[in-house]
């Protein structure tokens, strides 16, 4: 089955600064990459996702690339603000029927 | 006026005890999981039923069995609760999910927190 490798699991940046988390895939049938924000005691929220026939997508400071040939995908935060505080999970689909496989999640943490 | 919501939000009882979580969408999808979030914050999937029909069922001890009424509910009854089952549970739902293998946003339910002492 697919396998979701996420790093780093935990990233300090000063406010303002980028942030980029990486996550890797094993299953070169997968064709959807959402990521989800999940604040303190909060349920999974999607911020943004990406689909293999794209190679990136950007909404505002949030961005998502994708490498299909190398299977890995990444996000980036760019001017980032304390309410970005919060765990992020990669996950990949699209093999079997609504299934996503998370990453192991990363913890950012957004210094003022 | 809330998407996913789920019952109870907490729910705390003995070992061997069999306990319930009720999950309910108002969005009109058609397909809905049961997923886990371990202590370590780990989200994994268990159960997918889409028009009521069970999709995916995960590597899950059989003293969990889900039950799908119609497409608007998805609930889960926990037989016999042993400590490693206390984590957090998260109902969500997406639309075309199922057999159609397309691929759109899960919207989460707020989760029921389960603590077995």
């Known amino acids: 089955g697919e396998n979701v490798e996420q790093h780093p699991s935990t990233l300090s940046v000063q406010e303002g600064d980028s942030a980029v988390i990486k996550c890797t895939y094993s299953?070169?049938?997968?064709?959807?990459f959402p990521w989800y924000k999940q604040e303190l005691g909060k349920r999974p929220q999607l911020i943004i996702d990406i689909r293999s026939n794209v190679g990136e997508k950007k909404d505002q400071r949030i961005a998502v690339t994708l490498n299909k040939t190398a299977k890995h995908f990444s996000l980036h935060i760019t001017e980032t603000q304390p309410e970005d505080s919060a765990v992020y999970f990669c996950a990949a689909g699209g093999t079997s029927y609504g299934k996503l496989t998370f990453g192991q999640g990363t913890i950012l943490t957004v210094h003022p | 006026d809330t998407a996913v919501s789920q019952t109870p939000k907490y729910l705390v009882t003995q070992m061997g005890n069999d306990k319930s979580i009720k999950c309910e969408q108002n969005?009109?999808?058609?397909?809905m999981y049961w997923y886990k979030q371990d202590s370590k914050k780990f989200l994994k999937i268990m159960f997918s039923?889409?028009?009521?029909?069970?999709?995916i069922n995960e590597t899950v001890p059989n003293r969990f069995s889900p039950k799908s009424p119609d497409k608007a509910h998805l609930n889960l009854h926990i037989n016999s609760l042993e400590l490693g089952d206390s984590a957090v549970y998260f109902c969500?739902?997406?639309?075309?999910?199922?057999?159609?293998?397309?691929?759109?946003?899960?919207?989460f339910g707020p989760g029921t927190r389960l603590t077995v002492l």
């Open positions: 969005l009109g999808h058609d397909t």
């Open positions: 299953d070169s049938a997968s064709n959807y």
């Open positions: 969500a739902s997406s639309q075309e999910g199922g057999r159609a293998r397309t691929y759109n946003e899960q919207f």
């Open positions: 039923y889409n028009n009521k029909e069970l999709i």
